[in-house]
């Protein structure tokens, strides 16, 4: 008789996004009249720019022509690719990685939730609290997380840092000594950040107690602040103990078309084992590779037009961001993020739940958002919306708001 995994069981109802699609969809049902306005989920909105649509073209040609069609990907994608992320995401800024460092990927979603196959399950891991779910859904079903708590609504053996009001969402070095750290900067869904000497201070404290950092790096492309690192490799140490995800949903609107990576530097080791290596094998037998278009895609985000495409798409999206941080204030919300970051924090008025904020600001002003306790009990009495709707959406979102 098989048996299934029953960690899944553990699991509290679905993953937050699709919960928060269920709702919307019931409501849009019940209201079919309604124009309703989504700022929850960090999709974007603007069309893939023109030097990336370009690129795709050609490759879709060479695809149809005997002597230029491509078969399998390389295991750890293509060359053109990793040689231009590597100079420009990191050698460009003064960070050593090579290109056979890098993990091409179908984006930093499955990156994120994959990277712990890699490790024992005996490991602890901390995560900050509020956080982004899949680092703690992924654990929990590989049997990591311990027994959940749904009073304090908290895994038993998962070591949550509460990032608050108090320590400007910025997480404080955790008490007991984790093995696996989860690090998100610029943070969803707080859209706080953490300045270069502050992240220093995380991989010393890595590097002194052996653990290893995972850093989510997804929305570096909305940094504005010269204090805040783009990559966790400007700090001196990285190399033994971090790896980095990155994706191109973001910051090249790859969210359908899908492109990510992972670096992964050769000296990060436990003992003698290479973790460059187990992901290499991890990668080589369970992943298919993007497609050869896709990456030809990514290739043209670091192009001289490619680059001043996304910039403007960016700063597109960081009016909105403004819109929202302005228009908050305005009314008297307390707002934190939208700075370095596509997410605005904001805190629930009169002490409404994030849920009860979400049913409010649904029901009242057809407004989607995310409620802040989704991404962890700290995240209670604090939604997130995201910068990533069109300009008309956010300015009749906010709008909306002011009228409630
Ligand atoms: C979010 O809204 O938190 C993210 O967009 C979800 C994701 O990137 O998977």
Not at 115 to 141: H, K, L
């Amino acid at each position: 008789m098989f048996k299934i995994n029953d960690n899944y069981l553990k699991l509290p109802g679905s993953y937050l996004f699709s919960t928060i699609a269920k709702k919307v969809a019931a409501f849009s049902e019940a209201n079919p009249d309604k124009n309703i306005i989504r700022l929850g989920i960090g999709d974007v909105t603007q069309p893939l720019a023109p030097a990336i649509i370009h690129s795709l073209h050609k490759a879709v040609d060479e695809m149809a022509v005997k002597e230029t069609f491509r078969g399998y990907a390389p295991d750890l994608g293509y060359e053109f690719l990793r040689s231009a992320i590597a100079k420009n995401d990191y050698q460009d800024r003064g960070c050593e990685i090579a290109a056979d460092e890098i993990f091409v990927s179908d984006g930093a979603k499955c990156d994120s939730g994959n990277i712990q196959e890699i490790f024992s399950i005996d490991n602890r891991i901390a995560v900050c609290d509020p956080v982004y779910p899949v680092y703690v859904d992924t654990n929990v079903m590989a049997g990591r997380a311990g027994t959940y708590d749904p009073k304090a609504e908290t895994w038993s053996d998962v070591i949550y840092m509460p990032c608050t009001a108090e320590n400007n969402f910025a997480p404080d070095l955790p008490k007991e000594t984790p093995d696996i750290i989860y690090l998100c900067f610029p943070n969803n869904p707080t859209g706080s950040t953490i300045t270069k000497s502050q992240l220093q201070d995380w991989v010393d404290y890595a590097n002194k107690v052996g653990a290893v950092i995972i850093y989510d790096a997804a929305y570096e492309a909305y940094i504005s602040e010269e204090d805040v690192p783009h990559t966790i490799y400007e700090c001196e140490g990285a190399r033994t103990c971090a790896i980095e995800l990155r994706s191109f949903s973001k910051n090249a609107g790859f969210t359908g078309t899908r492109l990510g990576f992972t670096v992964i530097p050769k000296e990060l080791k436990c003992g003698d084992v290479s973790l460059h290596s187990l992901w290499a094998r991890r990668h080589g037998t369970k992943y298919n590779g993007a497609p050869y278009i896709i990456q030809r895609a990514g290739e043209a985000v670091y192009t001289p037009e490619g680059k001043a495409q996304l910039k403007e798409q960016i700063a597109y999206y960081m009016k909105n961001a403004k819109v929202i941080y302005e228009g908050l204030k305005d009314m008297g919300y307390t707002v934190s993020g939208g700075v370095n970051a596509p997410y605005i924090w904001l805190k629930t008025p009169d002490n409404m739940t994030s849920w009860e904020f979400f049913d409010y600001l649904l029901e009242k002003a057809n407004v989607v958002g995310t409620p802040g306790s989704g991404f962890g009990p700290s995240g209670e009495g604090y939604f997130r919306l995201t910068a990533f709707g069109t300009y008309e959406n956010t300015v009749a979102a906010v709008e909306r708001m002011k009228k409630l």
